[in-house]
């Protein structure tokens, strides 16, 4: 059985080559460390990722460790997701259409000891992909200017936590994780006449750690409804990475000067908070809602400043971010012989405040809608693996800036398997 809990840890390692490719396209991504992923799983996805207050133990819920101390005592679980992407950028009358696929995460769960559950895995943090052409025309003798600005990375992590039941209604968890991932951007202009060329690259690597901290505290209300109330905790800290600005100046006649300038240990995790409610009524219907905040105006940030050329790390380079999700899963009835009756349905709605800063204004902010169905796989040996499919639609929109609509496909896969059952024979 250790065999089998070993092979299913390293499954997950290998997919960590699978984060290569970038999860978005928005122009957005290169504020900041880049679009904040999702980092819930297939079931709560179709509830839009309303999930801090969701306890049970069949599913693996890694936005609160708490939740890891439910894991049924017979299964080993193991999630897989990936994502398909539309967007559509306007600006003004202009609109562009854009496409991407990406491997989500792959997290695991299985019960250490009575009323201990242990999960692990690999999630995305960020995501940092974008290129984009803007010309001036200055006049006949200065010609026109092209600035090209391209992004690529992200930010990952690779997580170990473990959940532990104080008493039948508490349970406490906490999850550590390796946070790693580059993010690089390039900025560069050139002119159609014999203004000199310029290039601007920013990079920087992380290798750091990331903690949470969880809890839920449920209570039954009647027979058929019972109440949790869940928190998380985000611990803030310096990362210890080092931005690097590379200022490349080329002459008409081809000489090039280069200046580079390293902000030391620039870049730094927010504290971050959580609370979620969660009701289940007759394991029929569960409707969870969740109210998140990030702390980033306190913490520090690489900016490149003109007029000095200085780049350092300073405060109030971006702001403080708010999350609010809400969701239902509605199931006919898990026990009946007629499929559709077992089938979950999901839909959800959430609302996000930007964590940065366009041109000294404030971000746009972001609406939500999903809907999906969590569909049972049944075969000779195992009626309890899950294949959840969610749709969810994005805008991103503020006044006089890009707007964004993504129509996002999530697939996910929940292997649950009875390794821990034991067999008697007659």
Same mark, same amino acid.
């Given at each position: 059985?250790?065999?089998k809990?070993?092979?299913?840890?390293?499954m997950?390692?290998?997919?960590?080559?699978?984060y290569?490719?970038?999860?978005?396209?928005?122009?957005?991504?290169?504020?900041?460390?880049?679009?904040?992923?999702?980092?819930?799983?297939? $079931?709560?996805?179709?509830?839009?990722?309303a999930?801090?207050?969701?306890?049970q133990?069949?599913?693996?819920?890694?936005?609160?460790?708490?939740s890891?101390? /439910?894991?049924?005592?017979?299964?080993?679980?193991?999630?897989?997701?990936?994502?398909?992407?539309i967007?559509?950028f306007?600006?003004?009358?202009?609109?562009?259409?854009?496409?991407?696929?990406?491997?989500?995460?792959?997290?695991?769960?299985?019960?250490?000891?009575?009323?201990?559950?242990?999960? $692990?895995?690999?999630?995305?943090?960020?995501?940092?992909?974008?290129?984009?052409?803007?010309?001036?025309?200055?006049?006949?003798?200065?010609?026109t200017?092209?600035?090209?600005?391209?992004?690529?990375?992200?930010?990952?992590?690779?997580?170990?936590? /473990?959940?532990?039941?104080?008493?039948?209604?508490?349970?406490?968890?906490?999850k550590?994780a390796?946070?790693?991932?580059?993010?690089d951007?390039w900025?560069?202009?050139?002119?159609?006449?014999?203004?000199?060329s310029?290039?601007?690259?920013?990079?920087?690597?992380?290798?750091?750690?990331?903690?949470?901290?969880?809890?839920?505290?449920?209570?039954?209300?009647?027979?058929?409804?019972?109440?949790?109330v869940g928190?998380? #905790?985000?611990?803030g800290?310096?990362?210890?990475?080092?931005?690097?600005?590379?200022?490349i100046?080329?002459?008409?006649?081809?000489?090039s000067?280069?200046?580079?300038i390293?902000?030391a240990?620039?870049?730094?995790?927010p504290?971050?908070?959580?609370?979620? #409610?969660?009701?289940?009524?007759?394991?029929s219907?569960?409707?969870?809602?969740?109210?998140?905040f990030?702390?980033?105006?306190?913490?520090?940030h690489?900016?490149?400043?003109?007029?000095?050329?200085?780049?350092? /790390?300073?405060?109030?380079v971006?702001?403080?971010r708010?999350?609010m999700a809400?969701?239902?899963?509605?199931?006919?009835?898990?026990?009946?012989?007629?499929y559709?009756?077992?089938v979950?349905?999901?839909?959800?709605?959430?609302?996000?405040t930007?964590?940065?800063?366009?041109?000294?204004?404030k971000?746009?902010k972001?609406?939500?809608?999903?809907?999906?169905?969590?569909?049972p796989?049944?075969?000779?040996?195992?009626?309890?693996?899950?294949?959840n499919?969610? /749709?969810?639609?994005?805008?991103?929109?503020?006044?006089?800036?890009?707007?964004?609509?993504? $129509?996002?496909?999530?697939?996910?896969?929940?292997?649950?398997?009875?390794w821990?059952?034991?067999?008697?024979?007659?």
């Amino acid at each position: 059985m250790n065999k089998k809990i070993l092979s299913t840890m390293l499954m997950a390692a290998a997919t960590i080559g699978s984060y290569a490719q970038s999860g978005t396209n928005s122009p957005y991504s290169q504020y900041g460390i880049g679009v904040l992923a999702d980092q819930s799983t297939g $079931f709560s996805r179709g509830m839009n990722g309303a999930s801090l207050g969701m306890r049970q133990g069949n599913v693996v819920n890694p936005t609160n460790p708490a939740s890891y101390s /439910a894991a049924d005592s017979l299964t080993m679980i193991f999630d897989i997701g990936m994502t398909g992407q539309i967007t559509n950028f306007k600006e003004g009358q202009t609109k562009v259409n854009a496409k991407n696929a990406n491997f989500d995460y792959a997290v695991g769960l299985f019960r250490l000891l009575p009323g201990v559950g242990v999960s $692990f895995g690999v999630l995305p943090y960020s995501n940092v992909g974008y290129k984009y052409t803007t010309s001036t025309y200055l006049d006949r003798t200065n010609g026109t200017i092209t600035e090209t600005y391209t992004g690529e990375g992200g930010l990952h992590e690779v997580f170990l936590g /473990a959940g532990l039941r104080i008493t039948p209604q508490l349970s406490v968890g906490f999850k550590a994780a390796y946070l790693w991932g580059s993010i690089d951007r390039w900025a560069v202009s050139s002119s159609t006449t014999y203004i000199n060329s310029l290039s601007k690259s920013y990079s920087t690597s992380v290798n750091s750690y990331k903690a949470d901290i969880g809890l839920q505290y449920s209570r039954r209300l009647t027979k058929n409804d019972e109440l949790t109330v869940g928190a998380t #905790v985000g611990i803030g800290h310096k990362l210890h990475a080092d931005a690097e600005c590379n200022i490349i100046n080329i002459s008409t006649t081809g000489t090039s000067d280069t200046t580079s300038i390293v902000a030391a240990n620039a870049l730094e995790l927010p504290m971050s908070y959580g609370a979620g #409610v969660t009701w289940r009524h007759n394991n029929s219907l569960l409707v969870c809602a969740d109210i998140g905040f990030q702390q980033w105006s306190k913490v520090t940030h690489p900016r490149y400043d003109s007029a000095t050329n200085t780049y350092e /790390a300073r405060t109030n380079v971006l702001r403080d971010r708010w999350t609010m999700a809400v969701g239902a899963d509605f199931v006919p009835d898990y026990q009946s012989r007629n499929y559709l009756n077992r089938v979950h349905y999901r839909v959800g709605g959430g609302y996000a405040t930007p964590y940065y800063y366009v041109n000294n204004v404030k971000g746009p902010k972001e609406l939500s809608l999903s809907a999906g169905f969590g569909l049972p796989l049944q075969n000779a040996y195992n009626s309890r693996s899950v294949l959840n499919i969610s /749709a969810q639609w994005v805008r991103t929109s503020a006044k006089d800036m890009i707007t964004e609509n993504s $129509f996002r496909l999530n697939i996910g896969l929940t292997f649950n398997e009875r390794w821990f059952f034991k067999w008697k024979i007659d």
